[in-house]
């Protein structure tokens, strides 16, 4: 299966968008992911931590590989703390607190191994060069590495980070509304497993919010964009996140969280919808970048997005009753349609 090229195929820098892809799994520790990934795409492997590791110098850049929970590492912050005074007692007790933290967090990462997943963060690649990832999810399935279908226990998914052609607020809300309008296509289309629907990684927009942001009267400038996606959506579970966009556009924003460290600013969509179906034949990246691909056909399509999003507040904001007649006249159409 080859990418799809989207409406708008370059980035602000006039070259090929970028597409960041994490996978989640079980099976696999990161020992072996590491040495899979270098094997495939060549490059250094080094062991940052006993439970991460980085494949450096690969033809896009850094592949990271780590059990996927901040308990398992080293904290960083800790790392960079100085002894409290330059004394050589001070300098040990310092030294031994460093040893003990490595030492439980490395426990953590052995206890836990198997219960939360692996996680490859891949290094941004060029749209139209995606399906030569095609070769690592083979390659994990044939090695045992389990996806979302594998156990009820296991949420995992697989997210994309498509980066964005404008930084202006326009193109940003107009793929938004795009995403809320195709959102319940795409959870159809992929078929969310059970574990994940319960589990809050991935949750729909509430419906007021898509009103508010659907409304032919909602032009915001980027302030009130990101103000307004606080309010409605103080979370990061969100299908689609919007907060490293939001985080690299307005560093400075007055937001909490735009300080959490587990918001990576970046030029980029976070989609956190798809599952990781490794058992599936011919799955992988491109199949979910070419759904990603329709949202922005529907964005760029002015008129279609407007049409659509008029009938969708119309079908959503009426008497309970001009609801149900509207769902069931569309059920009437979906059924004759297939008949």
Known sequence: MLPQSPPEPVNVQGGPRRIGVEIEFAGLPPQQTGELVRDLFGGDLKQVSPHRLRVINTRWGEFVIELDTQYAHPDAALLEQMPHKDTEWER???????????????????????????????PPVPWHELDQLDPLFTALHAHGAKGTDASLLYGFGLHLNPEVASLESEYILSQLRAFMLMAPWLRKEIDIDITREV???????????????????????????????????????????????????RSDYPSEFFNNKLVKPRPTFHYRLPNAQLSQRGWGAVLEWNRWVAVERLAADRKELQERASRYIKLNSGSVMTRLFGRFRNWLKEAGSHS
């Open 199 to 249: 589990l809050p990684h991935a949750n729909p927009f509430p419906k007021h919010y898509v009103l508010h942001v659907l409304s032919p009267d909602y032009v915001p400038d980027l302030d009130t964009l990101i103000a307004d996606y606080i309010t409605f959506n103080p979370t990061r579970n969100r299908e689609l996140d919007l907060y490293p966009l939001f985080a690299y556009l």
């Open 92 to 122: 040990q007790r310092h030294q031994m607190r460093l040893e003990f933290h490595h030492k439980t967090r490395e426990l953590i990462g052995d206890v836990v191994t198997g219960l939360v997943p692996t996680e490859i963060v891949c």
